[in-house]
């Protein structure tokens, strides 16, 4: 954790950053990846009833910007439109990535939402309060969402919004979770040495899974004269289950060792992940470029 000493160092190293190595305010970080950005899309995956006997429908969101991105729904109620035409306000929406950033091609039906010390799984789904879904009926949801890499002091850069119109008659319990359009090189391995802020290496050391979830031990190492902290946010995990895994915390508040001159740290982050859950990536957020901007990885570690 930051001592008084650290921090004056970190400091030190942020006035001083030609010494440091980087600049204060560098090109501009890059762009989308190549690829045409179709924004996200929804598939109905359970339409059924809430235990006050409310419908429920139940949704997979997917990431088709070409990009990594972020999404929510907008704050007003989603519509149900009947065969007839008929629209229903449904004020129970819970749709979006939790606050994460979710790897372009990549699935998703629920996220961790709640509070840090009592978190819960939320299903994406909307909520509509004494209503059927008949033959025919469409549900309507606007949407907002973000892509690129975060960005502290542009957290809304490159906004997109988009409205989801899901045909009801077209459940589908069978996709494939996390992986639905592969994208090339997106996804890297996990001993994969990255190069951070002011050319620290990032690499994961180890990973452990346990009835309790999974632990990470994350190593830095640092070429130059002065020390540095290296940012790497919440460590999402997303697996064959199609959760979102971790609950959000912007990338840049996350505690992390200073990782000095010519030397190196290591510290560990956790995950809580049902045991049983396979088939698992990791959406890493990792400090680079500058400080407060942060690069996201799409790391395997299916294997681990």
Request: glycine share 10%.
């Amino acid at each position: 954790m930051r001592t008084p000493r650290a921090a004056s160092a970190v400091w030190a190293c942020a006035l001083l950053f030609t010494a440091c190595g980087y600049i204060v305010f560098p090109e501009e970080e890059k762009g989308s990846r190549a690829g045409q950005s179709e924004g996200w899309s929804a598939q109905a995956v359970g339409v059924g009833a809430t235990a006050s006997g409310d419908l429920s429908i139940e949704l997979a969101i997917r990431n088709d910007t070409a990009d990594w991105s972020a999404m929510e729904a907008a704050k007003k109620p989603a519509v149900l439109v009947a065969k007839n035409g008929r629209k229903t306000s449904c004020d129970g929406v819970f749709v979006g990535t939790g606050g994460h950033r979710l790897a372009p091609g990549f699935r998703m039906r629920g996220y961790v939402a709640g509070k840090k010390l009592e978190p819960r799984i939320e299903p994406v789904r909307v909520e509509c309060k004494g209503a059927k879904a008949g033959p025919g009926a469409k549900l309507l949801v606007e949407y907002a969402y973000v892509t690129g890499q975060y960005n502290y002091y542009n957290r809304t850069k490159n906004p997109g919004t988009g409205t989801f119109e899901i045909d009801l008659d077209k459940v589908d319990q069978h996709l494939t979770y996390p992986v639905a359009e592969p994208v090339k090189d997106l996804i890297i391995k996990s001993d994969t040495k990255l190069v951070a802020l002011n050319e620290v290496t990032l690499s994961l050391a180890s990973v452990a899974r346990s009835a309790q979830g999974i632990q990470f031990t994350w190593r830095t190492s640092n070429p130059g004269e002065y020390p540095c902290y290296v940012h790497v946010g919440t460590t999402p995990v997303i697996g064959r289950d199609g959760i979102l895994y971790g609950f959000y915390e912007t990338p840049d508040i996350v505690s992390v060792p200073i990782t000095p001159g010519n030397g190196t740290a290591e510290w560990t982050s956790k995950v809580a992940v049902p045991a049983d859950v396979k088939g698992i990536y990791v959406m890493l957020s990792v400090e680079t470029g500058k400080q407060r901007l942060f690069a996201n990885y799409a790391v395997d570690i299916s294997h681990d």
